[in-house]
DNA sequence: TTTGAGCGT
């Protein structure tokens, strides 16, 4: 299950992301998208869960919440080469 | 090489 997650602070890590949703499961992988030229987050990252179950509980537990003083925004990602 | 809606260096 890719999960699409938003409205990150820009001082996010991918082990701040990461961390979030392994409080809700196991978390193949977890990526904040960081810009080339400031080198510094764009604000949304994707993270990767193997338990279909535990990603849907992560993304309805996690969407909306405060998570370093900003309300995130956690929802399933689309795929990059086709539509649902 | 920007600061707040969105879908990947």
Same mark, same amino acid.
């Given at each position: 299950? +890719? ?13 701040? !992301? *990461? ?7 196991? $978390? ?23 338990? +279909? *179950?535990?990603?849907? +509980?992560?993304?309805?537990? !996690?969407?909306?919440?405060?998570? +370093?003083?900003?309300?995130?925004? $956690? ?10």
């Amino acid at each position: 299950m +890719n999960i699409f997650v938003a409205s990150l602070d820009y001082g996010m890590t991918n082990e701040d !992301l *990461q961390d979030l949703f392994e409080d809700y499961g196991s $978390v193949s992988s977890a990526k904040i998208i960081f810009d080339k030229f400031t080198g510094r987050s764009k604000g949304f990252g994707f993270v990767e869960m193997d338990d +279909n *179950q535990e990603a849907d +509980n992560a993304i309805e537990e !996690l969407n909306e919440s405060e998570v +370093n003083g900003r309300k995130i925004v $956690v929802k399933k990602a689309r795929p990059k080469d086709a539509a649902w």
